[in-house]
């Protein structure tokens, strides 16, 4: 999942290599943390949220048969776990 994340952002942002993704998982859930470059928020975010609202619905769809629900947050900035 994580990399269908980083292949679309990839293909949205100028800062390829600015992408940050986390993955946070629980018994019941998966969430991804999307940060990008402050500039390259809007493309990936979309207008009215329709590019952000396509990615996890893409993501749901790929999730196939695991029983875990996935989420997708788009950050300002990932905070470092202590």
Known sequence: MKEIIEVMARALVEHPDQIVIREIESDDEILYQLSVA????????GHQGRI??????????SNGRDQ???QLDIVDQIEEQQ
């Open 52 to 61: 952000a609202k396509a990615m996890r619905t893409l993501l749901k769809a």
């Open 68 to 70: 875990k629900r996935v």
């Open 38 to 45: 402050s500039e390259d928020m809007g493309r990936v975010i």
